[in-house]
């Protein structure tokens, strides 16, 4: 059975009959009068927006398919309860089904918030404020205030985080038209081996989102920035999301980024400020290494199952492999004295 046909058989069976007896009759709403509407479209993913019958109530139905996204819709629940604790703007998940349907699939109910994704938002000061502050708040978060939550994964500093960029950069070695030259391949591993003791000399770990672009942030009516799609939540360094949130919101507007990173550093404090900065080199160079991995895989995979290229991937592999490089040259990796100093 298909993916779509599956998705198809959930809705006309198991979920409807879940809203009529999980949502509809304790709340004593008319099943015929309530709508789905279909927010986002996924190929193993199914979100939908139940509206009350007074068209003011919303609820955000999200189904996970199979072993990894059980494991993402649980992990998104235990992120939401630690956001919400701390006061963090978030959807709350109110219920989580396990086993929806008799499959191996996974339902929850999340609140729904209004808003648009700073996709479609101008980079206005309020907006960058805003933005500011829930990741401050975020940030600020350090790991010995809450132990270790079980499915909340802790990503090593050093070995992890230079072995899981040796993958990227090994992806892009394999064969193909637009694989960047050896020796700047090289060059680059090098350069990020380098930084073993810096990452290693870090402190405590910040809870970060981990998945931060235009598209999982909300502005709401009232002016709040608000995190969306929190399965991917762990501790780690800050300097991640931020090198992140760099290239994929503020991209050339250096102007407001310069904005952001001094209300950021406000909420967070100058420790943990010149933390990030110190290893933010890193990230960025790790996160445009990751960007073209992506893009290359999908290139590959475009070519052999239809014979054409995405559109935008030959032209993103170039713009992030140079970026990549003018990182990489602008700032020399730390000597080990000096990272142990640190």
């Keep these: 059975m298909g993916t779509k046909s599956l998705h198809a ?48 109530e919303r609820l955000v139905l999200r189904l996970g398919l199979g072993a990894a996204q059980n494991r993402e819709c649980h992990a998104m629940r235990i992120a939401s309860d630690l956001l919400v604790e701390h006061g963090i ?37 309020p907006v960058i404020d805003a933005l500011a502050q829930t990741l401050g708040r975020l940030h600020a978060v350090r790991s010995p205030q ?16 230079i072995g899981r960029f040796a993958n990227r950069l090994r992806s892009l070695a394999i064969p193909a038209p637009l694989r960047p030259p050896r020796s700047e391949r090289r060059a680059i591993s090098q350069w990020a081996r380098a930084w073993g003791p810096a990452l290693e000399g870090l402190g405590e770990h910040s809870l970060k989102h981990g998945k931060l672009n235009a598209g999982n942030v909300m502005i709401t009516p009232d002016g ?81 199952h239809r014979g054409v290229s995405p559109p935008l991937a030959p032209e993103k592999i170039h713009r992030h492999w140079a970026e990549a490089l003018a990182v990489v040259e602008s700032h020399p990796a730390p000597a080990p004295a000096e990272a142990l100093r640190h």
């Design 224 to 304: 709040r920035a608000v995190l969306i799609d929190l399965e991917s939540v762990h501790w780690g360094s800050a300097a991640k999301d931020l090198a992140q949130l760099r290239h994929e919101v503020f991209e050339d507007r250096e102007e407001d980024w310069r904005l952001f990173r001094e209300r950021h550093r406000r909420i967070i404090g100058d420790e943990l400020a010149e933390e990030i900065d110190r290893v933010l080199p890193f990230f960025e160079v790790y996160h445009h290494v990751a960007e073209c991995a992506i893009a290359m895989k999908r290139l590959r995979r475009a070519a052999h």
């Design 9 to 56: 058989g959930f809705l006309e069976s198991a979920l409807k009959v879940h809203i009529r007896d999980q949502i509809c009759k304790p709340r004593q709403w008319d099943l015929d009068a309530c709508r789905l509407e279909i927010p986002l479209r996924g190929r193993k993913s199914l979100v939908r927006i139940l509206v009350a019958p007074d068209g003011e």
């Design 89 to 125: 703007p978030t959807p709350r998940v109110i219920a989580l089904f396990d086993r929806f349907g008799r499959r191996s699939a996974v339902l929850i109910h999340e609140e729904f918030i209004p808003g648009r994704t700073l996709e479609g938002t101008e980079l206005t000061p």
């Design 146 to 161: 809450w132990g270790e939550p079980r499915l909340l994964k802790r990503h090593g500093y050093s070995t992890a985080a």
